[in-house]
């Protein structure tokens, strides 16, 4: 057998730390390093997104209670609710959002929010203290304007929302 190739390397604090945490699980400093190189070759691509959002995507797939949809299908699915006026529909979306309130309620509004980014429902900015959702549908504002109502509401948040062509506009009173 080869005898196994020895480097030395050396941690700031902030890595130390890591490090010792890690020799915690019982594993060998040897085999931290190896497995931490392993992964860091087969996942470094990942590096260039944002990794709060990689995170929330992992989260909320892995579950299976999430699927990927094209923006397109969502919101050719909106237009038929639209047309047929089915307000059937969105008495059940303004349940699900209620139930949805529940599972947020450790959840800052801005996790809340940055969360439904995450998932492309909009882009997310600040204004001062309002928060401000650009949206690129008209159909996708009325279904996150209806979900944002009853999340707030779920919550017993005050609230203020203003809309304009392409925004909402949140302002939060604690």
């Known amino acids: 057998m ?12 902030e890595t130390a730390g890591i490090f010792e945490k890690l020799k915690e699980e019982k594993l060998s400093q040897s085999e931290i390093v190896r497995n931490a190189l392993k992964f860091y070759y087969l996942f470094r691509q990942l590096e260039k997104y ?5 995170k929330i995507y992992v989260e909320m797939l892995s579950e299976g209670e999430h699927v ?3 923006l397109d299908h969502l919101v050719i699915l909106l237009d ?10 969105w008495e059940l979306h ?13 959840m800052t509004i801005e996790e809340i929010l940055r969360r439904l980014e ?3 429902f909009f882009r997310l900015g600040r204004s001062g203290s309002e928060y401000v959702l650009v949206f ?11 979900f ?3 999340v707030l509401e779920g919550l017993k948040k005050k609230f203020e929302i203003r809309e304009n062509l392409t925004k909402i506009r949140i302002g939060v009173k604690d």
């Open 50 to 54: 944002d990794m709060e959002k990689l």
């Open 68 to 70: 990927i949809l094209d």
């Open 148 to 150: 944002l109502e009853e």
């Open 80 to 89: 038929i609710v639209e047309k047929y006026k089915d307000e059937g529909f």
């Open 2 to 13: 080869k005898n196994p190739l020895r480097t030395t390397i050396a941690f700031d604090e």
């Open 136 to 146: 690129g549908s008209d159909h996708i504002k009325k279904f996150m304007r209806v």
């Open 118 to 120: 995450a998932c492309n």
């Open 94 to 106: 303004k349940e699900i959002a209620r139930n949805h309130a529940e599972q947020f309620s450790g």
